[in-house]
């Protein structure tokens, strides 16, 4: 049987992404690396597994992207 991986990424999968747990420190280093993400209503960062797998392909994994993606949260 396979198994479906879940539409977002966990909160655990983005603290380990970002090396932060607080909300608004993942969101900073989520726009820094250039994973496009949207805020709950709770403020933690919600990141789709597709867009996130898309985004750290074997040839952009660890490079910075040619333009910063900006989130409207952080200001």
């Known amino acids: 049987m396979e198994?479906?991986?879940p539409l977002f990424?966990?909160?655990?999968e983005v603290e380990t992404l970002t090396g932060?747990?607080?909300?608004k420190n993942?969101?900073?280093?989520?726009?820094e690396i250039g994973i496009p993400f949207t805020p709950n209503a709770a403020g933690r960062p919600i990141v789709a597994?597709?867009?996130?797998?898309?985004?750290?392909t074997?040839?952009?994994?660890?490079?910075?992207?040619r333009t910063a993606w900006k989130s409207n949260v952080i200001k």
């Open 3 to 5: 198994t479906i991986e």
């Open 9 to 12: 990424l966990t909160a655990d």
């Open 20 to 23: 932060y747990k607080r909300h």
């Open 26 to 31: 993942q969101a900073i280093r989520l726009a």
């Open 49 to 56: 597994r597709a867009i996130f797998i898309g985004t750290m």
């Open 58 to 65: 074997a040839s952009t994994a660890g490079k910075k992207p």
